[in-house]
């Protein structure tokens, strides 16, 4: 896959000529682009951010309920949307959670935060839906599943939902579950989280994927579950194997069998496998089958999205770093 970012800063670093001579800054914007090659499936991340729709600190924490008394969300957020919050300060900064439910000054996550405290700083952005991502036309539809693109959005590690649009009466997002039979029209908004890749399974011609939105300055929690999961990596660009704080999160080994392994997408549907070695010579090495020493790793750019496969049963939070370089937007 292809990737292509161009960052436009909005007023970053923009000089006011005034008498204090105050120098005001505002969140970097920008676009990436992702190559979807034709008949393969291309793994997709989400690397820019929609906007920041209420933000502050949090005044009162209980559990999964976070309170923020100079904010009113009855009214910042719309009803039967699926909003994605980040912690952004203290212990827990760069955690991700989506929610769904809220009252005027509070809103209930699935599960309360592990480090999170009163006086911490957070944003909330609405989660990008399947529909609006892709609207009609930009991927192949067909009347049969089987000649359709389609979407895999994971639900957990190694399972998803396979989404596909039908042309033909009645017309629609449908589901899959082997790649030719259809499963059923979708009836709602199918949210996309910031932090989960999509496989997006191309028929046909190849395909530029663009995205706008805000680049994300700070790292990035994630947890990841035993097998296979997709993540996305933000922010969108700088960083790489070695550089992105991988090597102190995911499990190494002596040997590339019990390792948890990184891998990267080629662009052709196919991937380098990578695990860390922990005894000497510690380092980044290679694998070919999963279980085989392939020599050591020459360091390499992160794509949008890789897939970490988690070979533990005890799920484990794995931090993206962000480049120095983005202290400067």
């Known amino acids: 896959m292809k990737t292509q970012l161009t960052f436009s800063l909005l007023a970053a670093a923009a ?23 034709a008949n393969t499936s291309n793994l997709v991340g989400f690397n820019v951010l929609k906007p920041v729709v209420a933000s502050g600190a949090l005044t009162g924490v209980s559990g999964a309920v976070l309170s923020d008394s100079a904010v009113n969300f009855s009214t910042a957020l719309t009803a ?6 980040e912690v952004t300060s203290g212990t827990a900064a760069g955690t991700v959670q989506e929610f769904v439910s809220w009252s005027q000054n509070s809103i209930t996550l699935p599960a309360a935060v592990t480090g999170v405290a009163t006086g911490n700083t957070y944003a909330v952005r609405i989660a990008p839906t399947l529909q609006e991502t892709f609207p009609v036309g930009f991927l192949a539809g067909s009347a049969l599943a089987t000649t359709a693109d389609k979407v895999w959005v994971p639900t ?10 039908k042309t033909t009466a009645p017309a629609g997002w449908c589901t899959t579950t082997t790649g030719s039979n259809n499963t059923g029209a979708v009836t709602a908004d199918v949210p996309l989280i910031s932090i989960d890749a999509i496989i997006i399974e191309k028929k046909g011609t190849a395909k530029d994927f663009v995205l706008t939105g805000e680049v994300k300055k700070t790292g990035s929690n994630v947890l990841i579950g035993q097998g296979y999961n ?24 002596a040997l590339a ?19 860390y070695k ?23 750019n992160l794509p949008p999205g890789v897939l970490i496969q988690r070979k533990s049963a005890t799920p484990k939070v794995v931090t993206f770093n962000v480049p120095s370089s983005y202290s400067n937007l």
Do not use: E
Not at 19 to 37: C, E, F, S
Not at 262 to 274: A, E, F, I, M, Q
């Open 230 to 253: 997709l993540v996305s990596i933000n922010p969108p660009a700088g960083l790489t194997l070695f550089t992105a704080g991988l090597d102190g999160d995911i499990a190494g080994a």
């Open 278 to 300: 922990s005894t000497a010579p510690a380092g980044w090495r290679k694998t070919t089958t999963g279980s085989n020493d392939a020599g050591a790793a020459t360091d390499v």
């Open 15 to 37: 000089a006011c000529s005034l008498a204090n001579a105050q120098t005001a800054y505002t969140t970097p914007v920008g676009y990436t682009t992702q190559t979807l090659a």
């Open 80 to 85: 039967n949307k699926t909003y994605i919050l």
């Open 257 to 275: 069998t019990t390792a948890d392994a990184v891998w990267v997408p080629k662009g052709n549907g196919t991937y380098d496998r990578y695990w």
């Open 156 to 165: 957990g590690p190694g399972t998803y939902v396979k989404y596909w649009y």
